[in-house]
Protein backbone atom coordinates (compact mmCIF):
# COMPACT_ATOMS: atom_id res chain seq x y z
CA UNK A 1 0.00 0.00 0.00
CA UNK A 2 1.20 3.55 -0.62
CA UNK A 3 -0.25 6.41 0.97
CA UNK A 4 0.03 9.63 1.35
CA UNK A 5 0.70 11.47 4.66
CA UNK A 6 3.06 13.35 6.92
CA UNK A 7 5.99 14.19 4.97
CA UNK A 8 4.88 13.08 1.66
CA UNK A 9 4.45 9.55 0.26
CA UNK A 10 5.07 6.35 2.68
CA UNK A 11 4.72 2.21 1.78
CA UNK A 12 3.24 -0.17 3.63
CA UNK A 13 4.11 -3.92 3.23
CA UNK A 14 1.15 -5.94 4.28
CA UNK A 15 -0.56 -9.40 3.54
CA UNK A 16 -3.78 -8.10 3.69
CA UNK A 17 -5.16 -4.50 3.20
CA UNK A 18 -8.42 -3.74 4.23
CA UNK A 19 -11.11 -1.59 2.40
CA UNK A 20 -12.61 0.31 5.29
CA UNK A 21 -12.82 3.51 3.51
CA UNK A 22 -16.76 3.82 2.91
CA UNK A 23 -19.15 4.45 0.13
CA UNK A 24 -16.98 6.39 -2.25
CA UNK A 25 -13.98 4.00 -1.48
CA UNK A 26 -11.21 4.80 -3.90
CA UNK A 27 -10.16 1.07 -2.83
CA UNK A 28 -12.84 -0.97 -4.35
CA UNK A 29 -12.21 1.65 -7.44
CA UNK A 30 -8.74 0.79 -7.47
CA UNK A 31 -9.69 -2.41 -7.63
CA UNK A 32 -11.87 -2.39 -10.26
CA UNK A 33 -15.13 -4.01 -8.42
CA UNK A 34 -18.31 -2.69 -9.36
CA UNK A 35 -21.15 -2.02 -7.12
CA UNK A 36 -24.45 -3.00 -8.34
CA UNK A 37 -27.86 -1.82 -6.93
CA UNK A 38 -31.17 -0.83 -7.25
CA UNK A 39 -32.17 2.59 -7.58
CA UNK A 40 -34.00 3.43 -4.44
CA UNK A 41 -37.02 6.55 -4.54
CA UNK A 42 -35.39 8.74 -2.37
CA UNK A 43 -33.28 10.95 -1.34
CA UNK A 44 -32.52 12.70 2.02
CA UNK A 45 -31.70 15.90 3.48
CA UNK A 46 -30.20 15.95 6.71
CA UNK A 47 -30.11 19.02 9.35
CA UNK A 48 -30.31 19.69 13.48
CA UNK A 49 -32.92 22.00 14.90
CA UNK A 50 -32.84 22.43 18.70
CA UNK A 51 -34.86 20.15 20.98
CA UNK A 52 -36.84 21.44 23.97
CA UNK A 53 -37.16 19.59 27.29
CA UNK A 54 -40.99 19.56 26.77
CA UNK A 55 -40.79 17.41 23.39
CA UNK A 56 -41.36 13.86 23.22
CA UNK A 57 -38.14 12.20 23.98
CA UNK A 58 -37.32 9.32 21.64
CA UNK A 59 -37.40 9.15 17.88
CA UNK A 60 -40.33 9.85 15.67
CA UNK A 61 -41.77 9.75 11.95
CA UNK A 62 -44.35 12.12 10.23
CA UNK A 63 -45.42 11.21 6.94
CA UNK A 64 -47.54 14.54 4.83
CA UNK A 65 -47.51 16.49 1.84
CA UNK A 66 -45.79 14.21 -0.22
CA UNK A 67 -42.66 13.87 2.40
CA UNK A 68 -41.36 11.46 5.40
CA UNK A 69 -39.89 13.02 7.85
CA UNK A 70 -37.77 11.11 10.96
CA UNK A 71 -36.44 13.09 14.09
CA UNK A 72 -34.13 11.32 16.26
CA UNK A 73 -33.43 12.74 19.19
CA UNK A 74 -30.19 14.01 20.08
CA UNK A 75 -30.99 15.34 23.65
CA UNK A 76 -30.81 19.53 23.03
CA UNK A 77 -31.10 19.01 18.93
CA UNK A 78 -32.99 17.16 16.75
CA UNK A 79 -31.36 15.13 14.17
CA UNK A 80 -33.99 15.08 11.27
CA UNK A 81 -34.37 13.23 8.17
CA UNK A 82 -36.38 14.93 5.38
CA UNK A 83 -37.29 12.87 2.77
CA UNK A 84 -37.20 13.99 -0.71
CA UNK A 85 -37.86 12.65 -4.55
CA UNK A 86 -35.18 11.30 -5.70
CA UNK A 87 -33.30 14.16 -7.96
CA UNK A 88 -35.56 16.50 -6.34
CA UNK A 89 -32.65 18.48 -4.19
CA UNK A 90 -31.85 20.69 -7.38
CA UNK A 91 -35.99 21.85 -7.80
CA UNK A 92 -35.72 22.32 -3.58
CA UNK A 93 -32.69 24.41 -3.31
CA UNK A 94 -34.15 26.66 -6.26
CA UNK A 95 -37.10 27.38 -4.53
CA UNK A 96 -35.00 28.41 -1.42
CA UNK A 97 -34.73 27.74 1.90
CA UNK A 98 -37.99 29.53 3.07
CA UNK A 99 -39.77 27.39 1.24
CA UNK A 100 -38.17 24.25 2.90
CA UNK A 101 -38.85 25.62 5.87
CA UNK A 102 -42.81 25.69 5.18
CA UNK A 103 -42.27 22.31 4.10
CA UNK A 104 -40.89 21.01 7.19
CA UNK A 105 -43.20 22.87 9.25
CA UNK A 106 -45.96 21.52 6.73
CA UNK A 107 -45.13 17.90 8.18
CA UNK A 108 -44.37 19.07 11.66
CA UNK A 109 -46.11 22.48 13.17
CA UNK A 110 -44.77 21.67 16.68
CA UNK A 111 -41.10 22.83 14.63
CA UNK A 112 -42.61 26.15 13.28
CA UNK A 113 -40.92 27.86 16.11
CA UNK A 114 -37.65 26.84 15.14
CA UNK A 115 -36.91 26.04 11.52
CA UNK A 116 -35.85 29.99 11.48
CA UNK A 117 -32.60 28.39 12.76
CA UNK A 118 -31.92 26.38 9.32
CA UNK A 119 -30.55 29.86 7.78
CA UNK A 120 -28.45 28.46 5.02
CA UNK A 121 -27.58 25.21 2.85
CA UNK A 122 -23.92 24.74 4.29
CA UNK A 123 -26.55 23.34 7.49
CA UNK A 124 -28.31 20.64 5.47
CA UNK A 125 -26.51 17.67 4.35
CA UNK A 126 -27.33 16.08 1.28
CA UNK A 127 -28.09 12.20 1.39
CA UNK A 128 -28.11 11.08 -2.16
CA UNK A 129 -29.55 7.48 -1.11
CA UNK A 130 -28.33 4.63 -2.85
CA UNK A 131 -28.66 0.81 -2.01
CA UNK A 132 -25.64 -1.37 -3.20
CA UNK A 133 -22.87 -4.06 -2.92
CA UNK A 134 -20.34 -5.40 -4.90
CA UNK A 135 -20.53 -9.45 -6.53
CA UNK A 136 -17.68 -10.14 -4.93
CA UNK A 137 -15.82 -8.08 -1.49
CA UNK A 138 -12.24 -9.50 -1.99
CA UNK A 139 -9.03 -10.52 -4.30
CA UNK A 140 -5.91 -11.43 -3.20
CA UNK A 141 -4.25 -8.77 -0.64
CA UNK A 142 -7.44 -7.34 -0.45
CA UNK A 143 -10.82 -7.20 1.30
CA UNK A 144 -14.03 -4.76 1.67
CA UNK A 145 -16.07 -4.19 4.27
CA UNK A 146 -18.96 -2.07 5.62
CA UNK A 147 -20.39 0.48 2.90
CA UNK A 148 -17.00 0.08 0.65
CA UNK A 149 -18.80 -3.62 0.56
CA UNK A 150 -22.64 -2.29 0.39
CA UNK A 151 -23.85 1.13 0.29
CA UNK A 152 -27.12 0.64 2.55
CA UNK A 153 -30.35 2.55 2.46
CA UNK A 154 -30.73 4.97 5.16
CA UNK A 155 -34.46 3.23 5.66
CA UNK A 156 -34.05 1.72 9.44
CA UNK A 157 -30.70 3.75 9.91
CA UNK A 158 -28.41 0.09 10.03
CA UNK A 159 -25.58 1.51 8.01
CA UNK A 160 -23.18 1.89 11.27
CA UNK A 161 -24.58 -1.54 12.80
CA UNK A 162 -24.22 -3.64 9.53
CA UNK A 163 -20.37 -1.77 8.74
CA UNK A 164 -19.27 -3.02 12.76
CA UNK A 165 -20.71 -6.39 12.12
CA UNK A 166 -18.92 -6.61 8.64
CA UNK A 167 -14.96 -6.28 10.69
CA UNK A 168 -16.47 -8.27 13.83
CA UNK A 169 -16.92 -11.08 11.32
CA UNK A 170 -13.68 -10.11 9.91
CA UNK A 171 -11.29 -9.93 12.93
CA UNK A 172 -13.30 -13.44 14.56
CA UNK A 173 -12.51 -15.02 10.95
CA UNK A 174 -9.12 -13.63 9.82
CA UNK A 175 -6.76 -12.71 13.13
CA UNK A 176 -5.67 -16.43 13.41
CA UNK A 177 -4.40 -16.18 10.18
CA UNK A 178 -3.26 -13.16 10.28
CA UNK A 179 -1.23 -13.73 13.20
CA UNK A 180 0.33 -16.83 11.13
CA UNK A 181 0.86 -15.21 8.50
CA UNK A 182 -1.06 -17.27 6.53
CA UNK A 183 -3.74 -15.46 5.25
CA UNK A 184 -5.48 -17.39 1.97
CA UNK A 185 -8.22 -16.28 -0.40
CA UNK A 186 -10.98 -18.57 1.38
CA UNK A 187 -10.47 -16.78 4.69
CA UNK A 188 -11.43 -13.69 2.69
CA UNK A 189 -14.41 -15.79 0.61
CA UNK A 190 -15.44 -16.92 4.23
CA UNK A 191 -16.22 -13.27 5.88
CA UNK A 192 -18.11 -12.87 2.76
CA UNK A 193 -19.98 -16.18 2.98
CA UNK A 194 -20.97 -15.23 6.80
CA UNK A 195 -21.63 -11.65 6.01
CA UNK A 196 -23.35 -11.69 2.76
CA UNK A 197 -27.01 -13.11 3.46
CA UNK A 198 -27.39 -10.82 6.23
CA UNK A 199 -26.63 -7.83 3.92
CA UNK A 200 -28.92 -9.47 1.26
CA UNK A 201 -31.96 -9.73 3.72
CA UNK A 202 -31.70 -6.08 4.69
CA UNK A 203 -31.23 -4.55 2.04
CA UNK A 204 -34.48 -6.63 0.65
CA UNK A 205 -36.28 -5.43 3.59
CA UNK A 206 -35.09 -1.70 3.14
CA UNK A 207 -36.48 -2.04 -0.66
CA UNK A 208 -39.72 -3.69 0.17
CA UNK A 209 -40.31 -0.45 2.42
CA UNK A 210 -38.83 2.18 0.29
CA UNK A 211 -41.36 1.09 -2.56
CA UNK A 212 -44.40 0.26 -0.50
CA UNK A 213 -44.29 3.42 1.85
CA UNK A 214 -41.62 5.76 0.52
CA UNK A 215 -42.40 5.76 -2.93
CA UNK A 216 -46.13 5.98 -1.97
CA UNK A 217 -45.79 8.91 0.22
CA UNK A 218 -43.26 10.77 -2.19
CA UNK A 219 -45.60 10.08 -5.35
CA UNK A 220 -49.18 11.32 -3.18
CA UNK A 221 -47.50 15.50 -3.03
CA UNK A 222 -51.60 16.22 -1.78
CA UNK A 223 -51.82 17.29 1.58
CA UNK A 224 -55.29 16.06 1.54
CA UNK A 225 -54.52 12.82 0.41
CA UNK A 226 -54.13 10.61 4.20
CA UNK A 227 -51.53 7.76 3.63
CA UNK A 228 -52.76 4.51 5.14
CA UNK A 229 -49.73 1.76 5.42
CA UNK A 230 -49.37 -1.49 4.27
CA UNK A 231 -52.13 -4.11 5.28
CA UNK A 232 -49.50 -6.70 5.78
CA UNK A 233 -47.61 -4.47 8.22
CA UNK A 234 -49.91 -4.05 10.27
CA UNK A 235 -49.96 -8.10 11.00
CA UNK A 236 -48.95 -8.47 14.36
CA UNK A 237 -46.06 -10.54 13.26
CA UNK A 238 -44.57 -8.15 11.14
CA UNK A 239 -44.89 -5.12 13.27
CA UNK A 240 -42.68 -5.88 15.28
CA UNK A 241 -40.15 -7.71 12.96
CA UNK A 242 -38.62 -4.86 11.13
CA UNK A 243 -37.29 -3.70 14.99
CA UNK A 244 -35.76 -6.65 15.27
CA UNK A 245 -34.56 -7.06 12.31
CA UNK A 246 -32.67 -3.64 12.79
CA UNK A 247 -31.56 -3.95 15.75
CA UNK A 248 -29.80 -7.75 15.33
CA UNK A 249 -29.84 -8.53 12.17
CA UNK A 250 -30.65 -11.87 11.00
CA UNK A 251 -27.97 -13.78 12.93
CA UNK A 252 -26.32 -11.44 15.44
CA UNK A 253 -22.20 -11.57 15.40
CA UNK A 254 -20.09 -11.44 18.62
CA UNK A 255 -16.43 -10.95 18.74
CA UNK A 256 -14.41 -14.40 19.13
CA UNK A 257 -12.21 -14.05 22.32
C1 LIG B 1 -25.66 11.94 5.95
C2 LIG B 1 -25.58 10.52 6.44
C3 LIG B 1 -26.31 10.11 7.55
C4 LIG B 1 -26.26 8.80 8.00
N1 LIG B 1 -26.97 8.44 9.13
C5 LIG B 1 -26.86 7.19 9.60
C6 LIG B 1 -27.54 6.80 10.80
O1 LIG B 1 -28.26 7.59 11.42
N2 LIG B 1 -27.38 5.52 11.23
C7 LIG B 1 -26.61 4.62 10.56
O2 LIG B 1 -26.48 3.45 10.99
N3 LIG B 1 -25.96 4.95 9.44
C8 LIG B 1 -26.06 6.21 8.95
N4 LIG B 1 -25.39 6.55 7.80
C9 LIG B 1 -24.59 5.52 7.11
C10 LIG B 1 -23.30 5.29 7.88
O3 LIG B 1 -22.62 6.52 8.05
C11 LIG B 1 -22.43 4.31 7.11
O4 LIG B 1 -23.16 3.15 6.74
C12 LIG B 1 -21.26 3.85 7.99
O5 LIG B 1 -20.55 4.96 8.50
C13 LIG B 1 -20.33 2.96 7.18
O6 LIG B 1 -19.18 2.73 7.93
P1 LIG B 1 -17.78 2.48 7.20
O7 LIG B 1 -16.79 2.29 8.29
O8 LIG B 1 -17.94 1.41 6.17
O9 LIG B 1 -17.49 3.82 6.38
P2 LIG B 1 -17.32 5.32 6.92
O10 LIG B 1 -17.94 5.52 8.25
O11 LIG B 1 -17.75 6.19 5.79
O12 LIG B 1 -15.75 5.44 7.15
C14 LIG B 1 -14.85 5.49 6.07
C15 LIG B 1 -13.58 6.19 6.57
O13 LIG B 1 -12.56 6.07 5.56
C16 LIG B 1 -11.96 7.35 5.41
N5 LIG B 1 -11.44 7.43 4.04
C17 LIG B 1 -12.14 7.41 2.89
N6 LIG B 1 -11.31 7.47 1.83
C18 LIG B 1 -10.06 7.53 2.33
C19 LIG B 1 -8.76 7.62 1.73
N7 LIG B 1 -8.61 7.63 0.40
N8 LIG B 1 -7.71 7.66 2.55
C20 LIG B 1 -7.87 7.64 3.89
N9 LIG B 1 -9.04 7.55 4.51
C21 LIG B 1 -10.14 7.50 3.74
C22 LIG B 1 -13.06 8.36 5.68
O14 LIG B 1 -12.51 9.61 6.04
C23 LIG B 1 -13.79 7.69 6.83
O15 LIG B 1 -13.24 8.00 8.07
C24 LIG B 1 -25.45 7.86 7.32
C25 LIG B 1 -24.71 8.24 6.19
C26 LIG B 1 -24.76 9.56 5.76
C27 LIG B 1 -23.94 9.97 4.55
Redesign the pocket.
Known amino acids: MR ?1 RGHGGWHEVRAQLTVG ?8 RQLAGFEAVGTSPPMD ?1 L ?1 FRLPRKAEDPSGGMGRIGNGHIVAM ?1 DRGDQW ?1 I ?1 YVIPKGGYQEIRAAGIEALRQGIVGVVPELCDRVQYLKDWSQI ?1 F ?1 SVESSRVPRWYRPGLLL ?5 H ?2 S ?1 VG ?8 Q ?2 VVAANVLSESLKRNSIHIWDLAEVQRQRELPIRVIQAFQSVIQQQIFARVLNSNNSTQSFTPPAFLQLPILRDLPARLIAFGIGPVHVKT
Open positions: YADGRHSRLVWLQAALIGDAAIMPGVGINYAVDA
